[in-house]
């Protein structure tokens, strides 16, 4: 990029931000800051209010309570036009009777930018994305990723403040999206905008992002950089969203969990103030030993093998516990595996360490990720 593409990314405060439609809160109140130069993930399942709070920092929903301010602007009741901001949506939106140079082009028109100018923004926009040889294409002699890439030209070519991008890899097949998220992420370090991106896919967003907010239900569960999330999470939910989770559910007496007829012990974070809880290991800080002898370990607990399944790099067994729960355990593919075939009794053991106790009471997710999905 040219050197007046400088780092200047704005920051983003919301307080008390809420978006009602009728009886129905899309946005219930939250405070959320964006840093200048960040890249902020909105997570969350379908209906979390994601794309509602992005439409409110771009103008396009009204908010109904709280403050927004670009910048320690307050924008309010500013019209998007105004607010120096990019947007990328799902599906590209690109205009289909303009060549991709004409889309590029079309937000620096609109600015009134100097013809000569132009033209070597557009140039340099389509270079930032790899397609200064299509400049001339149509959007329909574009593949999806491509137009998507004219998109994301676009969007930054007048070099706004902020990027805002809701689901801009939904439409894309698995492969494309990892090519296309290592591009984005490779934008955001050269530009040094503000990104804000929405996505349900809890994979992209540690992928991308220097912090993530978990949104459920309107409210944001918690907000932190990716390695936060995963190794603190601060609930259940936040546990079975962000990553996969065993979960040993039990009653809390003192500090130790009872799950069964076993006393199982975790000294990650704090001790909620309830009776009902798990406790919650991330499924490769698990060991599986094979056999009925108990192993001797701080946490043990038996369980019977219902599957395996090999992903390449790793091994992931389902285990049923006496109580009929059931959990994961990941075994990196690197390790000497001992077999194990549906049936098998097996211990599992792990490290207090590695263990939180979460409340059951508050919300969880209703269907936590199949053994079959990803690895
Ligand atoms: P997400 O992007 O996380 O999937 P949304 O922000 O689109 O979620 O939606 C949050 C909630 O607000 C949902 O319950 C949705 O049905 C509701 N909602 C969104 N837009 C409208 C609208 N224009 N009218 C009524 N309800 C809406
Ligand atoms: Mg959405």
């Known amino acids: 990029m040219s050197d007046d593409r400088a780092p200047h990314g704005a920051s983003i405060t919301m307080r008390g931000l809420v978006k009602r439609y009728g009886s129905v809160t899309a946005v219930d109140a939250i405070d959320l800051d964006a840093r200048p130069g960040e890249f902020l993930t909105l997570l969350g399942p379908s209906g979390s209010g994601k794309t509602t709070t992005l439409n409110m920092i771009a103008g396009f929903v009204d908010v109904t309570e709280g403050e927004l301010s670009i910048d320690g602007s307050p924008v309010t009741d500013l019209p998007p036009y105004k607010r120096d901001i990019g947007m990328v949506f799902q599906h590209y939106a690109l205009f289909p009777h303009m060549s991709v140079a004409q889309n590029v082009e079309y937000p620096l028109r609109q600015r009134s930018i100097a013809k000569a100018q132009r033209s070597t923004m557009v140039a340099d926009a389509l270079t930032m994305v790899g397609l200064e040889h299509l400049a001339r294409r149509k959007p329909k002699e574009l593949s999806g990723g491509q137009q998507q890439r004219v998109a994301l030209a676009r969007a930054v070519v007048y070099n706004p403040r902020v990027l805002l991008m809701d689901e801009p890899l939904g439409a894309l097949d698995k492969k494309l999206r990892d090519t296309l998220q290592l591009e984005i992420k490779r934008i955001h370090a ?112 038996r369980g019977r093998v219902i599957q395996h399944i090999y992903f390449g790099n790793a091994r992931k067994v389902e285990v049923r516990l006496d109580d009929g729960s059931m959990v994961l355990v990941r075994e990196s593919a690197g390790a000497t595996l001992a077999p194990v075939h549906a049936d098998d009794d097996v211990w599992l053991t792990f490290r207090a360490e590695d263990a939180s106790v979460l409340a059951l009471d508050g919300p969880s997710v209703p269907h936590p990720t199949p053994v079959t999905s990803t690895n």
């Open 190 to 301: 050269d530009l040094g905008t503000t990104f804000v991106y929405v996505t349900h896919d809890q994979d992209e967003a540690l992928v991308l992002s220097d912090r993530v907010a978990v949104f459920n239900d309107g409210r944001i569960q918690q907000i932190g950089t990716p390695s936060d999330l995963y190794e603190h999470p601060n609930s259940l939910f936040v546990a079975q969203f962000v990553g996969e989770s065993s979960v040993f559910r039990g009653v809390l007496d003192g500090d130790r969990v009872h799950v069964g007829g076993r006393s199982l012990t975790a000294t990650r974070g704090t001790l909620p103030d309830t009776r009902d809880v798990a406790v919650v290991v991330r499924p490769e800080r698990i060991d599986i030993h094979p056999g009925v002898a108990e192993p001797s370990a701080a946490n043990a607990i």
